[in-house]
C-alpha cells in the first residue's frame, strides 16, 4: 500500500497544473510598435528597437511585417485542445530613403473582421484544350504535308 502511495504522490507532484503557452514572434510587439514614429525612424532604428522582419518584401517600397503569436494549451477537460492568446501583425512601409512612411497594426480581433467575397468564380473550360487543338493540327500536318487536298463543297 505504501509502495502505490508514493507512486500516486510522484505522479501527482510532477503534473503540473500551470498552462504552458507557446510563443512564436517578437516578444511585446503592441509595446514597440509605440515607440515607432512616422516620417522620423529609420529601418536601422527599426531593426535596432525590434529585430529582424519575420518576412519582408520589396514592391514600390520596402515592406517590413513582424509577427506575434501566443497559444496555450487548455484545460485538461478540452483534451489540450490550444487557445490563441495574441495574434498581431505589424506591416511596417519604408521609403527608398529608409524612412516609415505608415505603420499598420493589426491584433486578434481585427483579423477576425475580414470579409471574404462570397462570390464563386465559374469553370469556363472550352470543349478542346489546347493539347488537343495542338495534337489536331499535327495530324492534318502528317496527312497532308504539302496541303494539296481539295477542300469539298
Same mark, same amino acid.
Not at 498552462?19 to 516578444?27: A, L, T
Not at 535596432?48 to 514600390?60: A, M, N, R, V, Y
Not at 497559444?71 to 498581431?88: A, D, F, M, W, Y
Given at each position: 500500500?505504501?509502495?502505490?502511495?508514493?507512486?500516486?504522490?510522484?505522479?501527482?507532484?510532477?503534473?503540473?497544473?500551470?498552462?504552458?503557452?507557446?510563443?512564436?514572434?517578437?516578444?511585446?510587439?503592441?509595446?514597440?510598435?509605440?515607440?515607432?514614429?512616422?516620417?522620423?525612424?529609420?529601418?536601422?532604428?527599426?531593426?535596432?528597437?525590434?529585430?529582424?522582419?519575420?518576412?519582408?518584401?520589396?514592391?514600390?517600397?520596402?515592406?517590413?511585417?513582424?509577427?506575434?503569436?501566443?497559444?496555450?494549451?487548455?484545460?485538461?477537460?478540452?483534451?489540450?485542445?490550444?487557445?490563441?492568446?495574441?495574434? &498581431?501583425?505589424?506591416?511596417?512601409?519604408?521609403?527608398?530613403? @529608409? $524612412?516609415?512612411? #505608415? !505603420? %499598420?497594426?493589426?491584433?486578434?480581433?481585427? +483579423? &477576425?473582421?475580414?470579409?471574404?467575397?462570397?462570390?464563386?468564380? @465559374? $469553370?469556363?473550360? #472550352? !470543349? %478542346?484544350?489546347?493539347?488537343?487543338?495542338? +495534337? &489536331?493540327?499535327?495530324?492534318?500536318?502528317?496527312?497532308?504535308?504539302?496541303?494539296?487536298?481539295?477542300? %469539298?463543297?
Amino acid at each position: 500500500m505504501k509502495k502505490i502511495l508514493i507512486l500516486v504522490i510522484l505522479f501527482l507532484a510532477s503534473c503540473s497544473l500551470n498552462k504552458v503557452i507557446q510563443h512564436h514572434g517578437v516578444h511585446n510587439l503592441e509595446n514597440k510598435q509605440t515607440k515607432l514614429k512616422i516620417n522620423y525612424t529609420n529601418s536601422n532604428d527599426i531593426v535596432k528597437l525590434i529585430g529582424p522582419p519575420s518576412t519582408k518584401s520589396k514592391f514600390d517600397n520596402d515592406v517590413f511585417i513582424y509577427i506575434e503569436r501566443k497559444t496555450s494549451s487548455s484545460n485538461l477537460t478540452k483534451l489540450g485542445k490550444k487557445t490563441l492568446l495574441l495574434n &498581431n501583425v505589424l506591416v511596417l512601409e519604408i521609403d527608398n530613403n @529608409g $524612412i516609415l512612411i #505608415s !505603420k %499598420k497594426f493589426y491584433n486578434k480581433d481585427d +483579423m &477576425n473582421n475580414i470579409k471574404f467575397d462570397e462570390n464563386q468564380t @465559374g $469553370i469556363n473550360y #472550352s !470543349k %478542346k484544350s489546347f493539347i488537343y487543338n495542338f +495534337m &489536331n493540327t499535327l495530324r492534318q500536318k502528317i496527312d497532308d504535308p504539302l496541303n494539296k487536298k481539295r477542300i %469539298k463543297n
